[in-house]
């Protein structure tokens, strides 16, 4: 079974510039995550999709931040404009209904 | 009070003892509690779920639920250097059905 797919593995951009993550989950896995990971803290969820309904965004900065999942399969995260504090692992991760997640390999972003 | 807590450690044992990590949280609610592992620079990988109060074993892991004290831990006999990472406790919340994540303990393993 493949695991969740995501891209780019790394992205260094300019503070002000827009980024964009992809990513594909667990085949059948309805719920997905966004989770950002500073270093030395753990996994900060930023938004969580059942299917392509958003059940959680409570703590993206939507301001900034925007996310979707089109036909309840693979995910965007973009961020727009990028501020310096947005360097982190972004992780996705997916889910069989409220159980064991199962995380992608991460997209580490540098904001110079 | 956060709602998932661990102790940031570093934990330090001997190569064979046994480690053992808390985590406590704060939902009274919560259902579903989880226990992954993290090697530096890469992603969280799921070691042991528990949902029910009591002991859950699984090779060298043994999983511990604690309801009316609102705590979990993970036990790890025999002890290897291939164990040193960050263990990272997750606990689904009561309603929401939103995983919080504790911030990882950094568990050495001394060869």
């Known amino acids: 079974e493949a695991g969740v797919a995501q891209s780019p593995r790394y992205k260094i951009i300019e503070k002000r510039q827009s980024v964009a993550f992809w990513c594909n989950p667990i085949?059948?896995?309805?719920?997905l995550y966004w989770y950002q990971q500073i270093l030395g803290q753990g996994p900060k969820l930023l938004i969580q999709f059942q299917n392509n309904g958003v059940v959680d965004d409570s703590q993206l900065p939507k301001d900034r931040f925007s996310a979707e999942r089109l036909k309840g399969v693979d995910s965007t995260l973009k961020i727009q404009p990028a501020k310096l504090e947005d360097s982190a692992v972004y992780l996705c991760?997916?889910?069989?209904?409220?159980?064991?997640?199962?995380f992608g390999p991460g997209t580490r972003l540098t904001v110079t | 009070q956060k709602e998932v807590e661990q102790n940031s450690g570093p934990l330090s044992v001997p190569e064979g003892a046994i480690a053992s990590l808390n985590c406590t949280y704060s939902d009274r609610g919560s259902q579903s509690f989880f226990w992954y592992r993290q090697y530096s620079g890469k992603s969280p990988e799921l070691i042991m779920s528990?949902?029910?109060?009591g002991d859950k074993e699984d090779g060298r892991f043994t999983a511990q639920l604690n309801k009316a004290s609102q705590y979990v831990s993970l036990l790890i006999r025999d002890s290897q250097p291939s164990d040193s990472a960050t263990y990272l406790c997750?606990?689904?919340?009561?309603?929401?059905?939103?995983?919080?994540f504790g911030t990882g303990t950094r568990l050495k393993v001394l060869a």
């Open positions: 085949s059948g896995h309805a719920t």
């Open positions: 991760a997916s889910s069989n209904s409220y159980s064991e997640q199962y």
């Open positions: 528990i949902y029910s109060n």
């Open positions: 997750a606990v689904i919340g009561s309603g929401t059905y939103k995983y919080i």
